[in-house]
């Protein structure tokens, strides 16, 4: 599967699922600026990501999927972390055996949600202790 395929899967997803994060964010009074974006590197078949800008001074809340391209596959890789680097929440790896089709996508990206549920008072706390310093 090439990586135009794979984006082709999972952006409209992780749209959806940071749209709603968003949404979830702004309920409690929080209004970090959320930016989409993605890319392909000789390791990755697929980084895909969303940071949301709090002004923090560690930089953006990343929440990340990373795909590596296996013999047999993909490992695809997630969590929520600081721009500078801070883990915030990770989740194991998930390997997909195969080719990864539509159903291998709502398996990894309904486990991706399940990390942004776990997550969602970790980012809270995030958000919500940069702007108190503001």
């Keep these: 599967m090439s990586a135009p395929d794979l984006a082709t899967l999972i952006l409209p ?3 959806a699922s940071t749209a709603a994060l968003s949404a979830r964010l702004l309920s409690r009074g ?6 989409l974006g993605h890319y392909t590197s ?6 895909a ?19 590596t391209r296996r013999a047999d596959g993909f490992s ?4 929520v972390y600081r721009e500078s680097g801070r883990i ?3 989740s194991p790896p998930i390997e997909v ?7 291998a ?23 919500a202790g940069n702007s108190e310093g503001l």
């Excluded at 000789?42 to 980084?47: G, H, K, N």
Aim: glycine share 6%.
């Design 30 to 35: 929080l209004e970090p600026k959320r930016d």
């Design 49 to 67: 990501y969303a940071s949301f800008d709090d002004g923090a001074e560690e930089g953006t809340i990343d929440v990340m999927l990373e795909f």
């Design 13 to 15: 997803r992780l749209d």
């Design 76 to 79: 695809v890789a997630m969590g």
């Design 42 to 47: 000789r390791l990755l078949a697929l980084c």
């Design 88 to 90: 915030i929440e990770e």
């Design 105 to 127: 996508s709502a398996q990894v990206m309904d486990e991706f949600d399940a990390m942004i549920d776990r997550a969602y008072d970790l980012i809270v706390s995030e958000i």
């Design 97 to 103: 055996s195969g080719e990864f089709t539509p159903s």
